[in-house]
């Protein structure tokens, strides 16, 4: 294979990965990269960086997918040559002596360049397992277990001082920047050892199995707490996104249909030809929205999250009422006033201000649901659409579903949304699919889907 031809193989799969995470990458961009990639060369591989995700990235969020992909397709090299597989990896006392020695001069020097090198030569020596060609492999926590890095903090930090290169740094401030230099090592290590995975099982396959997903495709019930803080931030740009497309609908919908009546009336002066169609004067109404959400458990970061899109969205809808709960009912309207929810807090305010347990902590719809259609019916009415936010676990009591059919009665329109994959409805504790004969329930997982369902379900 010519270099031409390997730049061109590693800038495709590059596009294709990011596409398979969701980055919306079209024809004219990719040409643009090439274009990039051309009159950047591959010289300095942070200037290529920065050029390729300079033509092909839309949003800050993507930046984090495009950073594992790109270490994946464009490696700072191949690193040591191989000789049928990995070396154990066992490395010996002085030779991790001797690392650790010049990883500490380079970390005290801040030389970059250098430690990356020593990221390449730590795996090469550290990070090996296996013997046989179906189970050799690389991994980045051996090598920094055997190396620990993180204990090189004092020696680094004296190392500076001694230098005199401490100048304008506080002992607090000193050692904060010794332990991202240390951070930085780590996750170069990380970067290599997945690289050199990728070289040997496929980068394709690596890129679409090992590299995180953007923060609006991580799912809700597995998402972490730094993954919820990112996703939370994405809160009003969605807003706004979702606002745009439903007042666009709004305003085709006020045209409303065709008037058969008038429109034939009108074609005798054209000899029975339809030129003008009439159309009905319709005056929409702004809806009614309810929101019920389970705030227990895991299932809270996915109600939390919702809850602040709604109210973001707030201008939509003549009227919002939101009711949190886990085995009892309250409304919690006046948490979410616009402008002074605290997405951080959020979760925290509710529970400390609402009444959501009873004489158990567990959440238990069948009570919940029971306990809303008998104190909270009057907020339910034919303007109204309801939406549930749970995933439908019962903790095996009774699912109660002569309380949905007298909230059906009441709402104009009754959706459910389940954070789990739809597979998984209906094991264990599961009633998703009791509530799915009686409920639209839509499978919700991840901010994208929501987007996508709330544009396409809320009423006009």
Not at 288 to 312: K, N, R
Not at 318 to 345: C, Q, W, Y
Request: net charge positive.
């Amino acid at each position: 294979m010519t270099a031409a031809t390997e730049v061109t193989a590693r800038l495709t799969g590059l596009v294709a990965a990011l596409r398979a995470h969701g980055v919306r990458i079209g024809t004219g961009e990719t040409v643009d990269a090439a274009q990039a990639a051309t009159a950047l060369g591959f010289a300095d591989r942070a200037l290529l960086r920065e050029g390729l995700a300079a033509t092909l990235l839309h949003s800050a969020d993507q930046r984090r997918v495009f950073d594992t992909v790109f270490d994946l397709y464009f490696p700072y090299g191949v690193g040591a040559p191989e000789t049928g597989g990995p070396d154990s990896g066992s490395g010996t006392a002085a030779d991790r002596d001797d690392l650790r020695d010049r990883l500490a001069a380079a970390l005290a020097d801040n030389d970059e360049a250098m430690t990356a090198r020593l990221a390449i030569e730590a795996v090469d020596g550290l990070g090996g397992y296996g013997s046989s060609p179906g189970a050799d492999g690389w991994s980045a926590y051996q090598t920094l277990e055997r190396l620990r890095p993180q204990t090189l903090l004092a020696r680094v930090r004296d190392d500076v001082r001694s230098r005199g290169g401490a100048a304008g740094f506080t002992d607090r401030l000193l050692e904060d920047e010794v332990r991202r230099r240390i951070e930085a090592f780590r996750a170069l290590v990380a970067v290599e050892a997945r690289r050199r995975v990728a070289e040997r099982r496929g980068r394709d396959e690596i890129a679409r199995r090992a590299v995180a997903p953007t923060a609006d495709r991580v799912d809700f019930l597995y998402a972490g707490r730094d993954r919820l803080a990112e996703l939370r931030r994405t809160v009003h740009p969605l807003a706004r996104k979702l606002a745009t497309r439903l007042a666009a609908r709004r305003r085709r919908a006020s045209r409303g249909a065709i008037d058969l009546r008038r429109t034939l009336r009108g074609s005798l002066s054209t000899g029975g030809v339809p030129m003008r169609p009439v159309l009905r004067r319709r005056r929409p109404a702004r809806p009614e929205l309810v929101l019920l959400c389970d705030v227990s458990g895991s299932v809270s970061g996915f109600s939390d999250f919702t809850m602040l899109l709604v109210q973001a969205l707030h201008d939509q809808f003549s009227k919002v009422r939101v009711f949190a709960f886990v085995n009892r009912v309250d409304e919690i309207t006046g948490l979410l006033r616009h402008g002074s929810a605290d997405p951080e807090g959020l979760g925290a305010l509710i529970r400390a201000e609402a009444t959501l347990t009873g004489w158990h902590g567990s959440s238990d719809y069948g009570t919940a649901l029971g306990e809303f259609a008998e104190r909270y019916g009057a907020a339910v009415g034919p303007r109204t659409t309801v939406f549930v936010l749970g995933d439908a676990r019962t903790n095996m009591g009774d699912p109660n579903l002569p309380a949905v059919r007298r909230i059906l009665g009441r709402a104009r329109r009754v959706h459910w949304l389940n954070p789990e994959p739809r597979p998984q409805w209906g094991t264990g504790d599961s009633a998703a699919l009791d509530y799915a004969e009686l409920v639209a329930m839509h499978e919700c997982r991840n901010a994208h889907q929501l987007g996508a369902l709330i544009s396409r379900i809320l009423p006009v």
